[in-house]
C-alpha cells in the first residue's frame, strides 16, 4: 500500500510539469457514484490551434454503432497559462509533482474556474472543438458521463461498482492519439465506507496500476502507450473475490493470469480456478506462447460480474470482461462433469481468451488502424467469430474439462441452431460479416427467416473446413494449424511497438490455408459455402470421423410454423417461419391469436389443430387492438404440412474413428 506521504520519488510516477507534459492526463472521480455520474479532467498540451476533441461510436469486438456520446454533457475547457485566475498557480504547475496533482484532483474544480471555462463547439455527434486553444497551450478539458449500463460495452456506477470502458470516458484529443496516456481514477472514502462489510475493494485490469490514498480518496494510477491502446484495457473498481494461476508456454516461462468476481455469488472458487487453469494451458501449449506473455504486460485478467439473467463478454489484449448468470458459476458440490450451465459459462471463458490470439493479434485487416468514429466492414467476421464458435466448445473437450459427450451435445446445438435457420439459404457467412453493422445486433422478428449469424454458421463452416484439411491430408493437417500459421505470421511481421498483430484479408487468408490444402480445392470450398449458400455438408463429414448423427423424432415440431408464449390473453406470436401455413394465412409476428376453430387459443389446441386433417381452420387474433380472422390451411403451396418438424439432431461416439477429430496432437 503505498500513502501520499510516501510516493515522493516514486520512479514509477511520472513527474507532470509541463517539460513533460506531451502525454495526455486523465483525470476520473468517482465521487457521485450514487448518480451515476463521473466527473473527467484531461489536460495536455495543443500541437495545434483549435484542437478537436472526439469519442468512438463503437469499440472494438462489438461491431455496432453505440453512440457513446450521448451519455457526455457539455464539454467544458479553458487554457492553464492565458486564464488570469489561474495566475497565481502558473509557476506552481511547472514543478508540481503527483502528491500535488492528486491533492487538487480532491475536489472538483472551484467555481471561478468552472464559471471562466469555455463551452467547446460541437462539431458533429462525438466531436468538440476548443477554439480559444492556440498551439502551444496547456489544456484543460471538464466533461461529465452518466454510467447506468450494465453491458461489458460501455460504463457502469453506482454504489456497489465502479466499472468502465475508456472507449465511453475518455475523450481522444485528435492528432495525440499515440502519445503516451496517463489516468487517474479517484474513489471517495464512501465508497468503500458503504461495501465495508462486503469483500475487500479490488482494482481489477489489465493494466498494472499504483494504489495510493490520502484520507478521504483513494486513487490507481495507469499508464498506456497511448490512446489506442488505452482503450483495450477496461477496469472495475469493486468488492471482489479473486484467484490467481501461471500458465507454461513450450519454453517454460510462465505467464500470470488473474481472475475477479464481483455480484453476489456463491461459486465454487476452487473448482472454478482448476477448470480455468485447464483450459488455458491447453490454448497456451497449441500456440506456444500468449500475446500477452511478455513482461510489456501484466498477464491475463479475467473480469466477471454475475448478475441475474444477463450475459455477455468482450475481448480485450490481456484481458476479457464477462457478464454471466451467477448460476452459472460452479456450486460447491458441482459434480466431476460440468453442469450445463457451467459449461455455458465455461465456453464464454474459453471464447473471449482465445480472442487474445484471434481478434486482438490475428485481426481483419481492416480494424489494424481503424477510425471508432464510423462502421469498418469486412467479408471476414464469420473467420475470427466462427472459428473462435467452434473452437471454444472444442478446447473444453480437448482440454479434458468436459467430456467428449458432454462436447456433442454442444455441437448438436449449433447444428440444431443452424438447420433451424431459414435465412442459412439466403444469405452467406460472409455478405453475413458485412452486416453484422445493421443486422446481428438489431435481431427482429424476420431474423431467421432473411440471414443467418457469422458466428453460429461461421462456426459451422470452422468444422466443415477443420475435417475438410484432415481428409485431404491423411489427418495432418486441420483448422488449428491454419491458426497457428497466422499467429507465427504475426510474431515474424506484425511487430508494432511492443504489441504483435497482423491484418487478414481474403488473399493472405488464401495463402495460409494454401499451405495445408490444395489452393483450388480452397476455392471451391469457399465459392459454395463462404461466398455462396449451398448446405453444409457437416452429416457426411462427421460421419466420416467417427460420429453417429441421428435425426430426433420427437416433440420436434413447429405447430402452424409459428413460435408462441402463452398468456392469459391469448398465444402471443413470436416469429412466422417463411413458407408456413402461418405466413401464407396472413398471420404476423406480435399478433395475439385469441381463439382456433371457434375455441379459446391455447398451445394444446394449437397442436391438436395441426395434427388434424381438417382442410381450413379459421383463426381469430388481435393485431394491436383490431380483431382480425385468418383461414389456415392445413398445407401450403408448397407442400409443408401444418405440423412441420423442426431438423434436431443427436451426436454419438460410434467404437472408434473419432479419435484424431477429438484428440489433437496438442493435448499432452
Given at each position: 500500500?503505498?500513502?501520499?506521504?510516501?510516493i515522493?520519488?516514486?520512479?514509477?510516477?511520472?513527474?507532470?510539469?509541463?517539460?513533460?507534459?506531451?502525454?495526455?492526463?486523465?483525470?476520473?472521480?468517482?465521487?457521485?457514484?450514487?448518480?451515476?455520474?463521473?466527473?473527467?479532467?484531461?489536460?495536455?498540451?495543443?500541437?495545434?490551434?483549435?484542437?478537436?476533441?472526439?469519442?468512438?461510436?463503437?469499440?472494438?469486438?462489438?461491431?455496432?454503432?453505440?453512440?457513446?456520446?450521448?451519455?457526455?454533457?457539455?464539454?467544458?475547457?479553458?487554457?492553464?497559462?492565458?486564464?488570469?485566475?489561474?495566475?497565481?498557480?502558473t509557476?506552481?504547475?511547472?514543478?508540481?509533482?503527483?502528491?500535488?496533482?492528486?491533492?487538487d484532483?480532491?475536489?472538483?474544480?472551484?467555481?471561478?474556474i468552472?464559471?471562466?471555462?469555455?463551452?467547446?463547439?460541437?462539431?458533429?455527434?462525438?466531436?468538440?472543438?476548443?477554439?480559444?486553444?492556440?498551439?502551444?497551450?496547456?489544456?484543460?478539458?471538464?466533461?461529465?458521463?452518466?454510467?447506468?449500463?450494465?453491458?461489458?460495452?460501455?460504463?457502469?456506477?453506482?454504489?456497489?461498482?465502479?466499472?468502465?470502458?475508456?472507449?465511453?470516458?475518455?475523450l481522444?484529443?485528435?492528432?495525440?492519439?499515440?502519445?503516451?496516456?496517463?489516468?487517474?481514477?479517484?474513489?471517495?472514502?464512501?465508497?468503500?465506507?458503504?461495501?465495508a462489510?462486503?469483500?475487500?475493494?479490488k482494482?481489477?485490469?489489465?493494466?498494472?496500476?499504483?494504489?495510493?490514498?490520502?484520507?478521504?480518496?483513494?486513487?490507481?494510477?495507469l499508464q498506456?502507450?497511448n490512446?489506442?491502446?488505452?482503450?483495450?484495457?477496461?477496469?472495475?473498481?469493486?468488492?471482489?473475490?479473486?484467484f490467481?494461476?501461471?500458465?507454461?508456454?513450450?519454453?517454460?516461462?510462465?505467464?500470470?493470469?488473474?481472475?475477479?468476481?464481483?455480484?453476489?455469488?456463491?461459486?465454487?472458487?476452487?473448482?472454478?480456478?482448476?477448470?480455468?487453469?485447464?483450459?488455458?494451458?491447453?490454448?497456451?501449449?497449441?500456440?506456444?506462447?500468449?500475446p500477452?506473455?511478455?513482461?510489456?504486460?501484466?498477464?491475463?485478467?479475467?473480469?466477471?460480474?454475475?448478475?441475474?439473467?444477463?450475459?455477455?463478454?468482450?475481448?480485450?489484449?490481456?484481458?476479457?470482461?464477462?457478464?454471466?448468470?451467477?448460476?452459472?458459476?460452479?456450486?460447491?458440490?458441482?459434480?466431476d462433469?460440468?453442469?450445463?450451465?457451467y459449461?455455458?459459462?465455461?465456453?464464454?471463458?474459453?471464447?473471449?481468451?482465445?480472442?487474445?490470439?484471434w481478434?486482438?493479434?490475428?485481426?481483419?485487416?481492416?480494424?489494424?488502424?481503424?477510425?471508432?468514429?464510423?462502421?469498418?466492414?469486412?467479408?471476414?467476421?464469420?473467420?475470427?467469430?466462427?472459428?473462435t464458435?467452434?473452437?471454444?466448445?472444442?478446447?473444453?473437450?480437448?482440454?479434458?474439462?468436459?467430456?467428449?459427450?458432454s462436447?456433442?451435445?454442444?455441437?448438436?446445438?449449433?447444428?440444431?441452431?443452424?438447420?433451424?435457420t431459414?435465412?442459412?439459404?439466403?444469405?452467406?457467412?460472409?455478405?453475413?460479416?458485412?452486416?453484422?453493422?445493421?443486422?446481428?445486433?438489431?435481431?427482429?422478428?424476420?431474423?431467421?427467416?432473411?440471414?443467418?449469424?457469422?458466428?453460429?454458421?461461421?462456426?459451422?463452416?470452422?468444422?466443415?473446413?477443420?475435417?475438410?484439411?484432415?481428409?485431404?491430408?491423411?489427418g495432418?493437417?486441420?483448422?488449428?494449424?491454419?491458426?497457428?500459421a497466422?499467429?507465427?505470421l504475426?510474431?515474424?511481421?506484425?511487430?508494432?511497438?511492443?504489441?504483435?498483430?497482423?491484418?487478414?484479408?481474403?488473399?493472405?487468408?488464401?495463402?495460409?490455408?494454401g499451405?495445408?490444402?490444395?489452393?483450388?480445392?480452397?476455392?471451391a470450398f469457399?465459392?459454395?459455402?463462404?461466398?455462396?449458400?449451398?448446405?453444409?455438408?457437416?452429416?457426411?463429414?462427421?460421419?466420416?470421423?467417427?460420429?453417429?448423427?441421428?435425426?430426433?423424432?420427437?416433440?420436434?415440431?413447429?405447430?402452424?410454423?409459428?413460435?408462441?408464449?402463452?398468456?392469459?390473453?391469448?398465444?402471443?406470436?413470436?416469429?412466422?417461419?417463411?413458407?408456413?401455413?402461418?405466413?401464407?394465412?396472413?398471420?404476423?409476428?406480435?399478433d395475439?391469436?385469441?381463439?382456433?376453430?371457434?375455441?379459446?387459443?391455447?398451445?394444446?389446441?394449437?397442436?391438436?389443430?395441426?395434427?388434424?386433417?381438417?382442410?381450413?381452420?379459421?383463426?381469430?387474433?388481435?393485431?394491436?387492438?383490431?380483431?382480425?380472422?385468418?383461414?389456415?390451411?392445413?398445407?401450403?403451396?408448397?407442400?409443408?404440412?401444418a405440423?412441420?418438424?423442426?431438423?434436431?439432431v443427436?451426436?454419438?461416439?460410434?467404437?472408434?474413428?473419432?479419435?484424431?477429430?477429438?484428440?489433437?496432437?496438442?493435448?499432452?
Open positions: 500500500m503505498t500513502t501520499l506521504q510516501n515522493k520519488g516514486n520512479p514509477d510516477l511520472k513527474n507532470n510539469s509541463q517539460d513533460n507534459l506531451s502525454q495526455v492526463d486523465y483525470h476520473l472521480n468517482f465521487s457521485r457514484f450514487r448518480e451515476h455520474i463521473v466527473d473527467v479532467s484531461l489536460t495536455f498540451i495543443a500541437k495545434q490551434d483549435n484542437p478537436v476533441l472526439w469519442l468512438p461510436a463503437w469499440i472494438p469486438g462489438s461491431y455496432l454503432i453505440r453512440e457513446f456520446a450521448r451519455n457526455i454533457t457539455a464539454v467544458h475547457y479553458l487554457s492553464i497559462y492565458k486564464n488570469s485566475l489561474l495566475k497565481d498557480k509557476n506552481q504547475f511547472k514543478e508540481k509533482t503527483n502528491n500535488q496533482l492528486i491533492e484532483a480532491q475536489n472538483l474544480p472551484d467555481k471561478k468552472q464559471t471562466a471555462m469555455l463551452r467547446a463547439r460541437k462539431l458533429s455527434k462525438n466531436e468538440w472543438q476548443l477554439t480559444d486553444i492556440k498551439a502551444g497551450d496547456t489544456v484543460q478539458v471538464s466533461y461529465e458521463v452518466y454510467c447506468y449500463d450494465l453491458s461489458v460495452r460501455t460504463a457502469y456506477v453506482d454504489q456497489k461498482r465502479l466499472y468502465g470502458n475508456f472507449t465511453s470516458l475518455a481522444a484529443v485528435q492528432n495525440l492519439e499515440n502519445s503516451a496516456v496517463t489516468v487517474m481514477l479517484i474513489v471517495p472514502q464512501a465508497f468503500y465506507d458503504i461495501n462489510a462486503d469483500r475487500s475493494i482494482l481489477a485490469c489489465g493494466l498494472k496500476p499504483t494504489y495510493l490514498h490520502s484520507a478521504n480518496l483513494h486513487y490507481y494510477h498506456a502507450e490512446y489506442h491502446e488505452l482503450i483495450d484495457y477496461p477496469f472495475e473498481i469493486a468488492p471482489q473475490d479473486e490467481d494461476f501461471i500458465v507454461h508456454d513450450n519454453w517454460h516461462n510462465t505467464i500470470a493470469h488473474h481472475f475477479y468476481i464481483s455480484g453476489k455469488h456463491s461459486a465454487n472458487m476452487g473448482r472454478l480456478q482448476q477448470d480455468i487453469k485447464q483450459i488455458c494451458q491447453t490454448y497456451v501449449s497449441w500456440l506456444g506462447d500468449a500477452f506473455g511478455s513482461e510489456d504486460y501484466h498477464g491475463y485478467t479475467f473480469m466477471t460480474y454475475a448478475s441475474g439473467n444477463d450475459y455477455g463478454g468482450l475481448e480485450h489484449i490481456n484481458s476479457t470482461s464477462l457478464v454471466a448468470p451467477r448460476n452459472d458459476l460452479p456450486i460447491a458440490e458441482e459434480p462433469e460440468p453442469s450445463e450451465s459449461q455455458r459459462f465455461l465456453g464464454l471463458c474459453s471464447h473471449e481468451y482465445f480472442h487474445a490470439w481478434v486482438k493479434t490475428v485481426r481483419p485487416d481492416v480494424m489494424l488502424n481503424v477510425d471508432l468514429r464510423k462502421e469498418a466492414y469486412t467479408s471476414l467476421l464469420w473467420v475470427f467469430e466462427g472459428f464458435s467452434y473452437i471454444d466448445d472444442f478446447m473444453l473437450q480437448a482440454s479434458g474439462v468436459v467430456s467428449k459427450y462436447y456433442l451435445k454442444l455441437l448438436a446445438a449449433q447444428i440444431n441452431r443452424y438447420t433451424q431459414h435465412g442459412r439459404m439466403l444469405q452467406s457467412v460472409a455478405e453475413s460479416s458485412y452486416d453484422a453493422w445493421i443486422k446481428l445486433y438489431r435481431a427482429d422478428e424476420n431474423t431467421g427467416n432473411a440471414g443467418i449469424s457469422y458466428y453460429n454458421k461461421g462456426a459451422m463452416v470452422a468444422l466443415c473446413l477443420d475435417l475438410t484439411l484432415m481428409q485431404q491430408s491423411a495432418k493437417y486441420r483448422l488449428f494449424d491454419v491458426v497457428k497466422f499467429y507465427t504475426a510474431k515474424e511481421q506484425g511487430r508494432a511497438g511492443n504489441r504483435i498483430r497482423i491484418g487478414m484479408d481474403n488473399d493472405n487468408l488464401e495463402a495460409v490455408i499451405q495445408f490444402m490444395d489452393k483450388e480445392l480452397w476455392k469457399k465459392a459454395r459455402y463462404v461466398d455462396g449458400v449451398d448446405e453444409l455438408p457437416i452429416q457426411d463429414l462427421l460421419q466420416t470421423n467417427g460420429i453417429t448423427f441421428k435425426l430426433e423424432e420427437k416433440e420436434n415440431t413447429s405447430p402452424w410454423g409459428i413460435a408462441i408464449t402463452e398468456t392469459t390473453e391469448g398465444l402471443n406470436v413470436n416469429k412466422v417461419l417463411r413458407d408456413s401455413v402461418a405466413s401464407e394465412a396472413g398471420i404476423s409476428a406480435k395475439v391469436i385469441v381463439a382456433i376453430d371457434g375455441v379459446k387459443a391455447s398451445k394444446k389446441q394449437l397442436q391438436s389443430i395441426a395434427e388434424s386433417n381438417l382442410e381450413t381452420v379459421l383463426c381469430h387474433a388481435f393485431r394491436r387492438d383490431e380483431l382480425m380472422t385468418f383461414d389456415v390451411a392445413n398445407k401450403t403451396q408448397s407442400g409443408i404440412t405440423n412441420p418438424s423442426l431438423d434436431k443427436s451426436l454419438s461416439l460410434n467404437e472408434s474413428g473419432y479419435e484424431t477429430w477429438l484428440t489433437p496432437s496438442f493435448v499432452k
